[in-house]
């Protein structure tokens, strides 16, 4: 089988790695002047594994999207929109796109698969790769549950049945908004568990995962969900890998963004609360965790102050 993955940042060079681990003949596309591209072309590898044999490294974004008939996509999810203009110019027919990517569209509040179909008119298969797992445990062999979910089932089964390893166990996704909502939302909890360990209030993060999911699932009910997918492996599912883990980028922009230092790398959830800010005030919600981290990062607001509130506000009932 034919796959390409369209991004080689951490995840997307990973995901390469993977589907040619498994027996895939991968094309792994890079802008060639990024750095990830010209560290891969140089080295053959980055900080994280090494190249297989059987992937193939290029600049030609026509090619890998014209031969393959698999096509994952990792990149900032920002950049989707403009992205899929670029790709939408080639032949696009019966392909199956998967967005192996976690946010939603900060000056919308569109969902990524919104996005996509949005720009793209071509008859095509679409899915989402999303659930927890890191990079730096696959690579040794830690195994991990993740989720495919399509708003057609037998799409969603041909991709587990296509990429489903010893390695990574796929679950079935049900509910496409929820998965999707969910997924990109746990980024927001992680800047959030990340400034509590920067102020070494760490225990705070049992009721940051209670509370944060719960708030989640309120507004996947209000977009047409199902809120119980939000308890599933896309969101809280996902929160050992995003509010405890040293890998995690959304929780280490948390805790040097209180400490006063500078975060390099991406983090998504920066550009998530601004969408969940939106969305909330779209359906009339209370967000209150999203919005004291919006508050924090984007209306520099006192985080030591606002969090401290948000933790001890007026006694209610918890459901």
């Known amino acids: 089988m034919k796959v390409s993955v369209l991004g080689c940042g951490r995840w997307g060079t990973f995901l390469a790695w993977y589907s040619a681990k498994i027996g895939h003949d991968v094309i792994l596309w890079g802008r060639e002047g990024s750095e990830n591209y010209k560290t891969l072309k140089e080295d053959g590898k980055n900080e994280y594994l090494s190249l297989p044999s059987n992937l193939e490294l290029s600049n030609s974004l026509e090619r890998a999207v014209t031969e393959s008939d698999y096509i994952i996509i990792s ?6 929109r403009e992205f899929v203009r670029q790709i939408s110019q080639f032949e696009l027919e019966n392909k199956t796109f998967i967005l192996a990517m976690k946010g939603i569209e900060s000056s919308t509040g569109k969902r990524l698969s919104q996005v996509f179909n949005e720009e793209v008119k071509d008859h095509y298969n679409l899915a989402i790769w999303v659930g927890p797992g890191h990079v730096q445990d696959f690579v040794k062999g830690v195994p991990n549950a993740m989720v495919i979910s399509s708003d057609n089932i037998e799409v969603t089964k041909d991709i587990v049945e296509t990429f489903g390893s010893d390695l ?6 049900q509910d496409m908004i929820g998965n999707e909502i969910g997924a990109a939302a746990k980024n927001v909890m992680g800047i959030a568990a990340g400034m509590l360990d920067g102020f070494k209030y760490s225990s705070l993060k049992g009721a940051l995962m209670a509370r944060g999911a719960r708030e989640v699932s ?9 809120e119980l997918t939000v308890y599933g492996l896309s969101h809280l599912g996902d929160y ?6 040293p890998h995690s ?14 975060f390099k790398k991406l983090a998504e959830g920066v550009h998530t609360v601004k969408a969940l800010k939106l969305l909330s005030e779209h359906h009339e919600l209370e967000m209150p965790i999203s919005d004291a981290i919006h508050s924090i ?7 030591k ?3 401290l509130d948000l933790f001890i506000r007026p ?5």
Request: glycine letters at 8%.
């Open 218 to 226: 309120r507004l996947v009910r209000a977009m047409g969900g199902n």
């Open 240 to 245: 050992e890998a995003t509010l405890f883990s």
């Open 75 to 80: 990149i900032s999810s920002q950049s989707l």
């Open 249 to 262: 980028h959304n929780r280490r922009f948390g805790e040097q963004f209180v400490k006063g230092e500078v």
């Open 297 to 303: 990062v984007h209306e520099n607001k006192d985080a």
């Open 305 to 307: 102050e606002v969090l």
């Open 315 to 319: 006694i209610k009932f918890e459901f």
């Open 168 to 173: 990574i166990r796929f679950y079935y996704g």
